[in-house]
Protein backbone atom coordinates (compact mmCIF):
# COMPACT_ATOMS: atom_id res chain seq x y z
CA UNK A 1 0.00 0.00 0.00
CA UNK A 2 1.65 2.79 -1.28
CA UNK A 3 0.39 6.80 0.05
CA UNK A 4 1.29 6.56 3.48
CA UNK A 5 3.99 9.57 3.45
CA UNK A 6 3.03 13.45 3.78
CA UNK A 7 5.61 16.42 2.67
CA UNK A 8 8.28 16.40 0.75
CA UNK A 9 11.15 17.90 3.13
CA UNK A 10 9.43 17.32 6.46
CA UNK A 11 8.12 14.05 6.12
CA UNK A 12 5.58 12.36 8.25
CA UNK A 13 4.92 8.11 7.04
CA UNK A 14 2.39 6.54 9.33
CA UNK A 15 2.32 3.24 10.05
CA UNK A 16 -0.30 0.38 12.02
CA UNK A 17 -4.25 -0.04 12.27
CA UNK A 18 -7.17 0.20 14.79
CA UNK A 19 -7.08 -2.92 16.35
CA UNK A 20 -3.18 -3.62 15.77
CA UNK A 21 -0.60 -3.85 18.66
CA UNK A 22 0.22 -0.13 17.96
CA UNK A 23 0.18 2.81 15.59
CA UNK A 24 3.39 4.97 15.23
CA UNK A 25 4.62 7.12 12.50
CA UNK A 26 8.46 8.40 11.38
CA UNK A 27 8.97 11.76 11.13
CA UNK A 28 11.98 13.00 8.70
CA UNK A 29 13.36 16.46 7.74
CA UNK A 30 13.19 18.08 11.51
CA UNK A 31 15.68 20.55 11.80
CA UNK A 32 18.14 19.89 14.47
CA UNK A 33 18.26 21.27 17.74
CA UNK A 34 14.91 21.58 18.84
CA UNK A 35 14.11 20.98 22.28
CA UNK A 36 11.23 17.69 22.55
CA UNK A 37 10.27 15.63 25.04
CA UNK A 38 7.03 13.32 25.14
CA UNK A 39 5.01 15.78 26.97
CA UNK A 40 5.27 18.17 24.44
CA UNK A 41 3.29 16.09 22.21
CA UNK A 42 1.41 14.42 24.75
CA UNK A 43 -0.61 17.29 25.59
CA UNK A 44 -1.85 17.72 21.68
CA UNK A 45 -2.64 13.70 22.22
CA UNK A 46 -4.46 13.93 25.07
CA UNK A 47 -6.94 16.54 23.39
CA UNK A 48 -8.05 14.26 20.32
CA UNK A 49 -8.02 10.54 22.44
CA UNK A 50 -11.15 9.29 22.84
CA UNK A 51 -13.11 8.87 25.79
CA UNK A 52 -13.13 11.94 26.92
CA UNK A 53 -16.72 12.19 27.34
CA UNK A 54 -20.02 11.09 27.14
CA UNK A 55 -20.43 12.13 23.64
CA UNK A 56 -17.75 10.11 21.98
CA UNK A 57 -16.48 6.43 21.74
CA UNK A 58 -15.84 5.50 24.69
CA UNK A 59 -12.81 3.17 23.78
CA UNK A 60 -10.21 4.03 26.70
CA UNK A 61 -6.82 4.47 25.34
CA UNK A 62 -3.74 6.45 27.26
CA UNK A 63 -2.40 7.50 23.76
CA UNK A 64 0.91 7.29 25.92
CA UNK A 65 3.32 8.15 23.35
CA UNK A 66 6.93 6.83 23.23
CA UNK A 67 10.15 8.33 21.12
CA UNK A 68 12.13 5.82 19.87
CA UNK A 69 14.89 7.54 18.35
CA UNK A 70 15.99 10.90 16.71
CA UNK A 71 16.44 12.65 19.97
CA UNK A 72 19.83 13.33 22.02
CA UNK A 73 19.74 14.96 25.69
CA UNK A 74 16.41 16.30 24.67
CA UNK A 75 17.32 17.66 21.50
CA UNK A 76 16.25 16.71 17.92
CA UNK A 77 19.40 15.46 16.13
CA UNK A 78 18.01 16.00 12.29
CA UNK A 79 17.72 12.15 12.27
CA UNK A 80 14.80 10.20 12.01
CA UNK A 81 12.02 10.50 14.90
CA UNK A 82 10.04 7.75 15.58
CA UNK A 83 7.33 7.78 17.48
CA UNK A 84 5.06 4.89 19.02
CA UNK A 85 1.85 4.53 20.43
CA UNK A 86 0.27 1.11 21.58
CA UNK A 87 -2.89 0.46 21.12
CA UNK A 88 -4.22 -0.52 25.20
CA UNK A 89 -8.48 -1.55 24.81
CA UNK A 90 -9.27 -2.90 21.04
CA UNK A 91 -12.42 -5.20 21.35
CA UNK A 92 -12.59 -7.01 18.16
CA UNK A 93 -15.48 -9.19 18.75
CA UNK A 94 -17.74 -6.13 17.99
CA UNK A 95 -17.15 -6.12 14.55
CA UNK A 96 -17.36 -10.27 13.87
CA UNK A 97 -20.47 -9.68 11.88
CA UNK A 98 -18.60 -7.46 9.36
CA UNK A 99 -15.97 -10.29 8.29
CA UNK A 100 -18.13 -10.89 5.24
CA UNK A 101 -20.02 -7.71 4.93
CA UNK A 102 -19.39 -4.15 3.76
CA UNK A 103 -20.87 -0.83 6.01
CA UNK A 104 -22.69 1.76 3.88
CA UNK A 105 -20.65 4.93 3.89
CA UNK A 106 -17.51 2.69 4.84
CA UNK A 107 -13.87 2.34 3.13
CA UNK A 108 -15.06 -1.66 3.57
CA UNK A 109 -16.17 -2.31 0.08
CA UNK A 110 -13.91 0.14 -1.99
CA UNK A 111 -10.65 -1.61 -0.09
CA UNK A 112 -11.99 -5.03 -0.51
CA UNK A 113 -12.07 -4.60 -4.07
CA UNK A 114 -8.87 -2.70 -4.20
CA UNK A 115 -6.72 -5.08 -2.39
CA UNK A 116 -8.23 -8.62 -2.27
CA UNK A 117 -7.87 -8.42 1.66
CA UNK A 118 -9.22 -6.30 4.37
CA UNK A 119 -9.13 -5.85 8.43
CA UNK A 120 -12.62 -5.31 9.34
CA UNK A 121 -11.51 -5.14 12.71
CA UNK A 122 -12.49 -1.20 13.32
CA UNK A 123 -11.90 -0.51 9.41
CA UNK A 124 -8.04 -1.60 9.93
CA UNK A 125 -5.90 1.36 8.34
CA UNK A 126 -8.77 3.25 7.53
CA UNK A 127 -9.96 3.68 10.98
CA UNK A 128 -9.82 7.70 12.60
CA UNK A 129 -7.27 5.56 14.94
CA UNK A 130 -4.62 6.44 12.17
CA UNK A 131 -4.88 9.85 13.24
CA UNK A 132 -3.51 10.18 16.10
CA UNK A 133 -0.05 9.75 15.00
CA UNK A 134 -0.73 12.70 12.90
CA UNK A 135 -1.41 14.84 16.20
CA UNK A 136 1.71 13.26 17.55
CA UNK A 137 4.20 14.37 14.52
CA UNK A 138 2.35 17.81 14.16
CA UNK A 139 3.23 18.31 18.00
CA UNK A 140 6.85 18.57 16.42
CA UNK A 141 5.96 20.98 13.97
CA UNK A 142 3.80 23.31 16.45
CA UNK A 143 6.42 23.52 18.58
CA UNK A 144 8.88 24.75 15.64
CA UNK A 145 6.99 27.00 14.29
CA UNK A 146 5.93 28.79 16.81
CA UNK A 147 9.39 28.90 18.22
CA UNK A 148 11.03 30.29 14.80
CA UNK A 149 8.01 32.41 13.56
CA UNK A 150 5.59 32.64 16.12
CA UNK A 151 3.03 30.54 14.47
CA UNK A 152 0.38 29.82 16.13
CA UNK A 153 -2.42 27.22 15.22
CA UNK A 154 -6.02 26.85 16.91
CA UNK A 155 -9.71 25.59 15.87
CA UNK A 156 -12.82 25.37 16.78
CA UNK A 157 -16.26 23.41 15.92
CA UNK A 158 -17.93 26.00 13.86
CA UNK A 159 -21.42 23.63 12.91
CA UNK A 160 -22.78 20.39 14.81
CA UNK A 161 -25.10 18.87 12.53
CA UNK A 162 -27.92 21.48 11.91
CA UNK A 163 -26.58 24.16 14.10
CA UNK A 164 -24.38 26.65 13.84
CA UNK A 165 -21.75 27.54 16.15
CA UNK A 166 -20.74 31.21 15.80
CA UNK A 167 -17.19 32.16 16.68
CA UNK A 168 -16.97 34.45 20.43
CA UNK A 169 -13.97 33.49 21.94
CA UNK A 170 -10.37 31.19 21.63
CA UNK A 171 -11.20 31.15 25.44
CA UNK A 172 -13.70 28.98 25.38
CA UNK A 173 -12.38 26.64 22.94
CA UNK A 174 -10.55 24.07 25.44
CA UNK A 175 -13.64 24.16 28.44
CA UNK A 176 -16.01 22.32 26.70
CA UNK A 177 -15.90 18.68 24.91
CA UNK A 178 -17.35 19.68 21.75
CA UNK A 179 -13.90 22.99 21.12
CA UNK A 180 -16.62 25.06 20.53
CA UNK A 181 -15.66 28.62 20.69
CA UNK A 182 -19.16 29.66 21.97
CA UNK A 183 -20.01 28.61 25.43
CA UNK A 184 -23.61 29.59 25.43
CA UNK A 185 -24.34 26.36 22.44
CA UNK A 186 -22.71 23.89 24.53
CA UNK A 187 -25.85 23.28 26.50
CA UNK A 188 -28.27 22.92 22.86
CA UNK A 189 -25.21 20.53 21.48
CA UNK A 190 -25.10 18.19 24.67
CA UNK A 191 -29.03 17.59 24.25
CA UNK A 192 -28.68 17.29 20.34
CA UNK A 193 -25.82 14.37 20.87
CA UNK A 194 -27.51 12.67 23.64
CA UNK A 195 -30.89 12.20 21.29
CA UNK A 196 -28.89 11.39 18.73
CA UNK A 197 -26.73 8.19 20.71
CA UNK A 198 -30.04 6.92 21.83
CA UNK A 199 -31.03 6.92 17.95
CA UNK A 200 -27.87 4.75 17.56
CA UNK A 201 -27.81 7.70 14.22
CA UNK A 202 -24.77 10.17 13.60
CA UNK A 203 -24.14 13.65 11.90
CA UNK A 204 -21.82 15.83 10.44
CA UNK A 205 -19.45 18.45 11.51
CA UNK A 206 -17.77 21.38 10.61
CA UNK A 207 -14.26 22.65 11.81
CA UNK A 208 -12.44 25.96 11.53
CA UNK A 209 -8.82 26.11 11.35
CA UNK A 210 -6.90 29.41 11.51
CA UNK A 211 -3.25 29.98 11.65
CA UNK A 212 -1.88 33.11 13.01
CA UNK A 213 1.29 35.21 12.80
CA UNK A 214 2.83 32.95 9.06
CA UNK A 215 4.88 35.22 7.20
CA UNK A 216 4.28 36.42 3.99
CA UNK A 217 5.64 33.92 1.33
CA UNK A 218 4.97 30.43 1.87
CA UNK A 219 4.32 28.66 -0.85
CA UNK A 220 4.78 28.61 -4.83
CA UNK A 221 2.67 28.97 -7.77
CA UNK A 222 1.07 26.40 -9.90
CA UNK A 223 2.04 22.64 -8.32
CA UNK A 224 2.72 23.36 -4.85
CA UNK A 225 0.30 26.30 -4.00
CA UNK A 226 -0.35 26.16 0.13
CA UNK A 227 -4.05 26.04 -0.57
CA UNK A 228 -3.71 23.11 -2.58
CA UNK A 229 -1.56 21.31 -0.16
CA UNK A 230 -3.52 22.15 2.74
CA UNK A 231 -6.74 21.36 1.10
CA UNK A 232 -5.32 17.91 0.14
CA UNK A 233 -3.79 17.26 3.49
CA UNK A 234 -7.45 18.15 4.86
CA UNK A 235 -9.40 16.07 2.17
CA UNK A 236 -6.70 12.94 3.57
CA UNK A 237 -8.50 13.39 7.41
CA UNK A 238 -11.02 10.46 7.42
CA UNK A 239 -14.92 11.39 7.04
CA UNK A 240 -13.58 14.50 5.06
CA UNK A 241 -15.74 15.52 2.10
CA UNK A 242 -15.03 19.16 1.76
CA UNK A 243 -12.71 21.56 2.15
CA UNK A 244 -12.58 25.35 2.03
CA UNK A 245 -9.91 27.98 1.91
CA UNK A 246 -10.86 31.58 3.58
CA UNK A 247 -14.71 32.37 2.08
CA UNK A 248 -14.38 29.36 0.07
CA UNK A 249 -17.92 28.13 -1.58
CA UNK A 250 -19.78 31.65 -0.02
CA UNK A 251 -17.25 33.33 -2.75
CA UNK A 252 -19.43 32.16 -5.72
CA UNK A 253 -22.35 34.44 -4.65
CA UNK A 254 -19.70 37.16 -4.06
CA UNK A 255 -18.72 40.09 -6.73
CA UNK A 256 -15.07 41.15 -6.92
CA UNK A 257 -15.83 44.46 -5.51
CA UNK A 258 -15.98 42.47 -2.40
CA UNK A 259 -13.94 39.21 -2.48
CA UNK A 260 -11.06 41.19 -3.37
CA UNK A 261 -9.29 42.09 -0.38
CA UNK A 262 -8.27 45.43 -0.59
CA UNK A 263 -4.52 46.89 0.73
CA UNK A 264 -3.96 49.80 2.24
CA UNK A 265 -0.55 50.84 4.04
CA UNK A 266 -2.49 49.74 7.32
CA UNK A 267 -2.71 46.50 5.85
CA UNK A 268 -5.88 44.22 4.42
CA UNK A 269 -9.07 45.12 4.70
CA UNK A 270 -11.11 41.81 4.47
CA UNK A 271 -9.43 38.44 4.35
CA UNK A 272 -11.37 36.24 2.16
CA UNK A 273 -8.87 34.73 0.33
CA UNK A 274 -8.13 32.98 3.81
CA UNK A 275 -4.07 34.22 3.83
CA UNK A 276 -2.96 32.64 0.48
CA UNK A 277 -2.83 34.06 -3.25
CA UNK A 278 -1.86 32.80 -5.84
CA UNK A 279 -0.81 30.02 -3.90
CA UNK A 280 1.53 31.89 -1.66
CA UNK A 281 0.59 33.50 2.07
CA UNK A 282 0.07 36.49 2.45
CA UNK A 283 0.86 37.21 5.59
CA UNK A 284 -2.64 37.27 7.14
CA UNK A 285 -4.01 34.74 9.15
CA UNK A 286 -4.55 31.03 7.22
CA UNK A 287 -7.49 29.63 7.34
CA UNK A 288 -9.54 26.72 6.42
CA UNK A 289 -12.74 25.06 7.26
CA UNK A 290 -13.64 21.57 6.56
CA UNK A 291 -16.70 19.13 6.24
CA UNK A 292 -16.95 16.14 8.22
CA UNK A 293 -19.34 13.47 7.20
CA UNK A 294 -21.54 11.54 9.95
CA UNK A 295 -19.76 8.81 10.97
CA UNK A 296 -20.61 5.32 8.72
CA UNK A 297 -20.53 2.54 12.13
CA UNK A 298 -24.46 3.42 13.50
CA UNK A 299 -26.86 0.72 14.91
CA UNK A 300 -29.35 1.89 12.70
CA UNK A 301 -30.20 -0.58 10.16
CA UNK A 302 -28.93 -0.52 6.48
CA UNK A 303 -28.97 -2.31 3.00
CA UNK A 304 -25.67 -3.61 1.78
CA UNK A 305 -24.39 -6.81 0.25
CA UNK A 306 -21.97 -9.74 1.10
CA UNK A 307 -18.70 -10.34 -0.48
CA UNK A 308 -20.68 -12.93 -2.71
CA UNK A 309 -22.93 -9.94 -3.59
CA UNK A 310 -26.23 -10.97 -1.63
CA UNK A 311 -28.66 -8.50 -0.17
CA UNK A 312 -27.79 -8.41 3.97
CA UNK A 313 -29.08 -5.85 6.53
CA UNK A 314 -26.11 -4.19 8.81
CA UNK A 315 -26.13 -2.82 11.84
CA UNK A 316 -22.92 -1.70 13.15
CA UNK A 317 -22.93 -2.23 17.08
CA UNK A 318 -19.47 -1.55 19.26
CA UNK A 319 -18.16 1.70 20.66
CA UNK A 320 -18.33 4.60 18.19
CA UNK A 321 -18.25 8.30 17.81
CA UNK A 322 -21.86 9.54 16.58
CA UNK A 323 -19.79 12.74 15.15
CA UNK A 324 -16.40 11.62 14.48
CA UNK A 325 -16.37 15.79 13.90
CA UNK A 326 -16.47 16.53 17.72
CA UNK A 327 -12.95 14.95 18.15
CA UNK A 328 -11.83 16.16 15.18
CA UNK A 329 -10.65 19.94 16.09
CA UNK A 330 -7.00 18.39 17.42
CA UNK A 331 -6.60 16.79 14.04
CA UNK A 332 -7.32 19.66 11.69
CA UNK A 333 -4.74 21.68 13.66
CA UNK A 334 -1.83 18.92 13.11
CA UNK A 335 -2.60 18.91 9.21
CA UNK A 336 -2.38 22.38 9.15
CA UNK A 337 0.83 22.73 11.27
CA UNK A 338 2.32 19.37 9.27
CA UNK A 339 2.12 21.75 5.52
CA UNK A 340 2.93 24.66 6.85
CA UNK A 341 6.19 23.22 8.59
CA UNK A 342 7.24 21.89 5.03
CA UNK A 343 6.21 25.05 3.13
CA UNK A 344 8.37 26.95 5.65
CA UNK A 345 11.40 24.98 4.86
CA UNK A 346 10.83 24.60 1.16
CA UNK A 347 10.73 28.42 1.32
CA UNK A 348 14.32 28.62 3.46
CA UNK A 349 15.34 26.17 1.05
CA UNK A 350 14.94 28.18 -1.51
CA UNK A 351 14.23 32.26 -0.68
CA UNK A 352 16.14 32.54 2.77
CA UNK A 353 17.43 35.43 1.29
CA UNK A 354 15.22 36.82 -0.82
CA UNK A 355 14.51 40.76 0.31
CA UNK A 356 12.21 43.53 -1.27
CA UNK A 357 11.74 47.03 -0.57
CA UNK A 358 8.20 46.97 -0.23
CA UNK A 359 7.18 46.73 3.64
CA UNK A 360 5.29 43.79 4.49
CA UNK A 361 1.79 45.10 5.40
CA UNK A 362 0.14 44.20 8.75
CA UNK A 363 -2.77 41.81 8.83
CA UNK A 364 -6.33 42.41 8.46
CA UNK A 365 -7.45 45.70 9.79
CA UNK A 366 -10.47 43.68 10.83
CA UNK A 367 -12.25 40.13 11.42
CA UNK A 368 -15.55 42.26 9.73
CA UNK A 369 -16.23 39.72 6.10
CA UNK A 370 -13.39 36.89 7.53
CA UNK A 371 -13.79 33.62 6.53
CA UNK A 372 -12.59 32.87 10.08
CA UNK A 373 -15.82 34.01 11.48
CA UNK A 374 -18.62 35.04 9.29
CA UNK A 375 -20.85 35.37 11.79
CA UNK A 376 -18.97 37.94 14.28
CA UNK A 377 -16.91 40.94 13.63
CA UNK A 378 -14.99 40.32 17.24
CA UNK A 379 -11.34 40.33 17.11
CA UNK A 380 -9.36 37.71 17.39
CA UNK A 381 -7.10 37.84 20.26
CA UNK A 382 -3.42 36.72 18.81
CA UNK A 383 -1.83 36.59 22.10
CA UNK A 384 0.16 33.47 22.08
CA UNK A 385 -0.06 32.82 25.68
CA UNK A 386 -3.97 31.85 25.15
CA UNK A 387 -3.04 28.89 23.28
Known sequence: M????????????????????????????????????AEDIQQDLDRRKPGTSRHVTQRQESDTVEILSGLFEG???????????????QRSRDYGNLIDTFRPGHADYTYWQKYGIRDHRGGGRSSARETAVRVAAAAIARKWLREKYGVLIRGYLSQLGPIDVPFQSWDVVRTNPFFSADDSVVGKLETFMDELRKAGDSVGARITTVAEHVPVGWGAPVYAKLDADLAGAMMSINAVKAVEIGTGFASVAQRGSEHGDELTPEGFVTNHAGGILGGISTGQDVVVTIAIKPTSSIRVPRRSIDKAGNAVTVETNGRHDPCVGIRATPIAEAMMALVLMDHALLDRAQNADVVTKT???PGSITRAGSAADKNSSTKINTDPAEA
Open 75 to 89: KTTGTPIALLIRNED
Open 2 to 37: AGNTLGRVFTVTSFGESHGPAIGCVVDGCPPGLALS
Open 359 to 361: PKV
